[in-house]
Structures are given as structure tokens and as C-alpha cells.
């Protein structure tokens, strides 16, 4: 089940392990059903990407609004389905199918408006989202060319619920085309951070919070009522967001001293993933007022700077301070808190 979750799945592998060791006989096998659907997706994924690898995207490029179609695949695994509603279409009135349009459209509105960017690729990249994917999928996905929504069951309720989910897994897309962050160990464990920060950036937007004002949750709206947690993940509080019976415990690490030295999640990917998160969370309240602002621009510069898709934590720290840096001046208070917060979560670098 180590693998499960490569191709940017918003299900963490730790999550269907706990399931196949704590869950019923229909549990089990869900998690084994969500395993094989997933290796299938990945290989796909795969197929997707080009020969060449994918290149840093245009910054300030001109920007002319999104380009969205929402398909349903009617409960199959075939993508993407049938057409259900294209760019400028009225609501169709069938809540994931306009849940799904929505949240893909306040995703471009975040990067397009505040960071320059025209989709996730920076070239009108076409969103493309299908929904009621496979029987009963608890997951979302990006598959390297487009979205996909289960209707959940098991876990969660239907996964268009959640707009950080949706932002989340999109934000995937726009680390794929910033040079990408290969998908193990610190590497991945930043690319899935990414993912989580601009996923709660969306939320926060749409919503007009500020950095306190927000919960900081990721996947909030999504769990059973019957799910004893929050949500899937808490950038404010990393392994806090639940302790279930059958999901067992959030192990994210919001420090250092507790990061996860394991081959499982390739890495542990979607564990260690909680302090970048934690370090982000930090800044957002050190810098006050809209987390997509200062410390969102710090945080998607570095990802168009960085070209290194092997960064460890202790790369991407230092990229983010010389970001600040370029952005607010060398001793900017920016600056200084951005350092500041990779020494609190324990991320040494020069």
C-alpha cells in the first residue's frame, strides 16, 4: 500500500494502511479497492507526462480566465466521461458537478490574480475535472492531465465537498509544471506541502479570512460524521487533525525532533510533510493579515526559483528566505521571519 497514493492522491497511504489493520471485513477491502484504483490512475499518470519532462511556467503572463469542463464518468473508471458543463455554462444543478467547476475556477483565481500565473501550467492549461469516479471512490486525484472525484462512502462524504481539497490537488499540477518536485522522500514530502498550503490559500480566499481567522484545516467538510478527527491534516497543529478508531492517529510531525524516517509512503510523504506546512503556518501569523499575500508570494516564488526537483527541506528553507528577500529586501522583517520559522520547526541550513 506504499505506493498508493504517487499519483497525488488526497487519501495518505497511512490512512488505508490503519484500515486494513483496524477496520471490517468491508473496511479491508475497500482499502485494497482504493489501492488497485489507484495504480491504476498512476500508470496513466505517467503516460501523461512528456518525454522531455515539463518546464517552468511564464510568471506575469497574461491571463484570460479559466477554461473548465466538468465531465461525469457515471460511477466508471473511464476518463473523463461525459460532458456535464464547459466554461461559461450556467449551473447545471447537480452539486458535484458545480462544486467541482467552482473550486477549479477559485484555484485559477488565486494564481492568476495574485501571482500572475494563467492556469496551473502559466499557458491556459484547460481544467478538466470529472466526477462520480469509479464506485464509491473515496479519493481525489490529479492524474498529471486532469482532476477526478470519488463520492466517497466509506470515509468521506463526496469529495468536491471540500474546496482545499480541490486547491490542494491542483496545486499539484502547478508543481509539475514549475519543474516539478520528484515524489519521495524530503522531495515529495514538499511537493505534497505545496499542495496543502495552496489548497488552504484557495479555501482562505474565497472565504476572506485572514491568517488568524482561519482553521488552517485541510479537509475539513469531507469526513463522516461517524470519523472521530477534524479533518485530514492541520498546518496549524500537524498531528492533531484526528485519532479515529479505524484511521488511527494523525502521524504528521510539526518539528524535526519527530520527522519520520521510513521507506513506506515513499518516504513518508504525506507524514513529514506537517512541518513545511508548520513552518508556512508560522510565517502566515508572524506577517498577519491574508496568508495568500506576503507569505503566499514567498512561498510561490521559491517554487519558480527553486529548480531543483531533488530539494530537501533545508534547500526549500533557504530558497524561501532568499525569495523574501528579493521581495521585501535583505533585512526586511519578511526576511528575518522567514528565517526564523525553519529554525522553529528545526530545519537547519546555511
Request: aromatic share 10%; charged share 20%.
Amino acid at each position: 500500500m506504499s505506493d498508493c497514493c504517487h499519483i497525488h492522491c488526497i487519501v495518505p497511504p497511512h490512512m488505508l494502511e490503519s484500515i486494513e489493520l483496524r477496520g471490517n471485513e468491508e473496511q479491508r477491502k475497500f482499502a485494497a479497492a482504493a489501492a488497485a484504483v489507484a495504480a491504476e490512475y498512476r500508470a496513466e499518470r505517467v503516460a501523461q507526462a512528456p518525454a522531455g519532462g515539463f518546464t517552468i511556467a511564464a510568471v506575469n503572463a497574461a491571463c484570460d480566465g479559466p477554461k473548465r469542463e466538468v465531465y461525469t464518468a457515471k460511477n466508471s473508471d473511464q476518463l473523463p466521461g461525459d460532458l456535464v458543463r464547459s466554461e461559461g455554462d450556467p449551473p447545471s444543478g447537480e452539486l458535484a458537478v458545480d462544486q467541482a467547476y467552482d473550486g477549479a475556477g477559485d484555484t485559477y483565481s488565486l494564481y492568476s490574480e495574485q501571482y500572475g500565473r494563467d492556469s496551473l501550467d502559466g499557458s491556459g492549461l484547460k481544467l478538466v475535472s470529472s466526477v462520480h469516479v469509479s464506485q464509491g471512490l473515496d479519493n481525489a486525484f490529479w492524474n498529471g492531465a486532469q482532476m477526478a472525484y470519488g463520492d466517497g462512502g466509506m470515509i468521506f462524504k463526496p469529495l468536491t465537498g471540500s474546496l482545499a481539497v480541490i486547491g490542494h490537488e491542483l496545486s499539484h499540477g502547478v508543481v509539475q509544471y514549475c519543474g516539478g518536485l520528484v515524489y519521495r522522500d524530503q522531495s515529495g514530502a514538499l511537493n505534497e506541502s505545496f499542495a496543502d498550503v495552496f489548497g488552504a490559500l484557495v479555501d482562505q480566499r474565497k472565504a476572506g479570512q485572514t491568517a488568524a481567522e482561519a482553521s488552517w484545516l485541510i479537509g475539513a467538510e469531507i469526513l463522516l460524521d461517524d470519523v472521530s478527527g477534524d479533518a485530514l491534516r492541520s498546518l496549524k497543529a500537524p498531528g492533531t487533525a484526528y485519532n479515529d478508531d479505524v484511521l488511527g492517529k494523525d502521524p504528521q510531525p510539526f518539528h524535526m525532533a519527530d520527522y519520520a524516517n521510513t521507506t513506506s509512503d515513499r518516504g513518508g510523504v504525506h507524514v513529514n510533510s506537517g512541518v513545511p506546512n508548520h513552518a508556512f503556518y508560522l510565517l502566515a501569523q508572524y506577517l498577519g493579515g491574508y496568508a495568500w499575500e506576503k507569505a503566499g508570494q514567498i512561498w510561490y516564488d521559491s517554487m519558480q526559483a527553486l529548480n531543483n526537483p531533488h530539494a530537501t527541506f533545508a534547500d526549500w528553507a533557504a530558497q524561501t528566505v532568499a525569495s523574501a528577500r528579493d521581495l521585501y529586501g535583505v533585512g526586511s522583517m519578511e526576511a528575518i521571519f522567514t528565517r526564523r520559522v525553519w529554525r522553529l520547526v528545526g530545519v537547519d541550513f546555511n
